[in-house]
């Protein structure tokens, strides 16, 4: 049986044999998927707790190739694709064009295969289903040490981003700092909400949009948020956007995907965050889920020993 709501949430668009696969998985396993993956003639493969794993039918999971292995057919990636678009393909025209599909959830289902010259996705060879789950308590932390300002959460992928993010925001809007805080979140995604279905606290708006930058300007022109929070900054006019909130004392709370404090430093767009002075402190993700948590200043991180 399935345990976990967050799992549950995307089954509609699994074929049979893959849901069956995935209700005799452990219920240890289930609370801890973050990603389906299915590849045209390749084994099914989950992503759990940062590491792949591939599924056998009776719900065992191995590290390598092994007998009994869930092996992904045309028919399979054509069911799921079809499933996702609601038989409706055109619906999600614009959203293919970009690589993904919005689930029921509010999560992007990730989608590769050949890109026509109008930029239409066709011959679908590989889809990725991503579980938004909320982890209420997993941003005590990092509450404990927040300091007020503006935050950068950075880590690489699949280390729990936005899981962390979305805590914090539901915290703060409740709260938990010491006051309630008005927070504006920006969800060019859907996942940080989950599409509206999961809790970011009693003070919290949600404004979902594609520009990122745009959002942000309309949420402090008519929302007057203490925080305006949203996942990455991807461009310039993004940072802008964040320069403009913070010299109008509205601070930030983002994210930035990163494998190491070198990435950090040196990456265009995370350096000119971090001298913009928008950010007070980072929350650096280690690569292994549970692993140790480091939160330091933007002017640690550049002393000659930060590494």
Do not use: W
């Not at 849901?19 to 219920?27: D, E, I, M, T, W």
């Not at 792949?52 to 191995?62: E, H, I, P, R, Y």
């Not at 409706?88 to 890109?115: D, Q, T, W, Y």
């Amino acid at each position: 049986m399935i345990t976990n709501d967050a799992l549950s949430n995307v089954l509609y668009a699994l074929p049979p044999k893959i849901k069956g696969a995935l209700f005799n998985l452990s219920p240890t396993v289930q609370q801890n998927i973050a990603e389906i993956r299915l590849r045209k003639n390749l084994p099914l493969s989950l992503t759990v707790q940062g590491e792949t794993v591939f599924l056998k039918s009776d719900g065992q999971t191995c590290f390598s190739l092994c007998n009994g292995l869930i092996y992904i057919t045309e028919n399979d990636i054509n069911e799921c694709f079809y499933l996702l678009c609601d038989d409706s393909v055109f619906a999600h025209e614009n959203e293919l064009k970009e690589g993904f599909i919005i689930m029921k959830n509010g999560c992007r289902a990730g989608v590769c295969g050949r890109l026509s010259g109008n930029g239409a996705m066709q011959d679908i060879s590989s889809i990725n289903l991503r579980i938004s789950r909320e982890v209420k308590g997993c941003a005590n932390e990092i509450l404990n040490r927040y300091g007020g300002g503006g935050l950068l959460i950075a880590g690489p992928p699949a280390s729990g981003k936005t899981t962390l993010l979305r805590d914090f925001i539901r915290q703060l809007s409740n709260g938990q700092h010491g006051r309630i805080s008005r927070i504006a979140v920006i969800d060019s995604r859907g996942e940080i909400s989950g599409g509206g279905q999961l809790d970011l606290g009693l003070a919290t708006d949600v404004l979902q949009t594609d520009n990122k930058a745009i959002g942000a300007e309309i949420a402090l022109r008519t929302m007057f948020p203490d925080y305006i929070a949203f996942d990455e900054i991807g461009n310039i006019n993004e940072l802008n956007t964040v320069s403009l909130c913070f010299s109008s004392g509205v601070k930030i709370i983002t994210t930035a995907h990163i494998e190491s404090l070198f990435d950090l430093k040196n990456r265009q767009i995370t350096r000119l965050l971090l001298e913009s002075g928008a950010i007070d402190q980072v929350v650096v993700l280690p690569k292994i889920i549970g692993g140790k948590i480091q939160i330091i200043t933007p002017k640690e991180l550049y002393r000659e020993n930060a590494v």
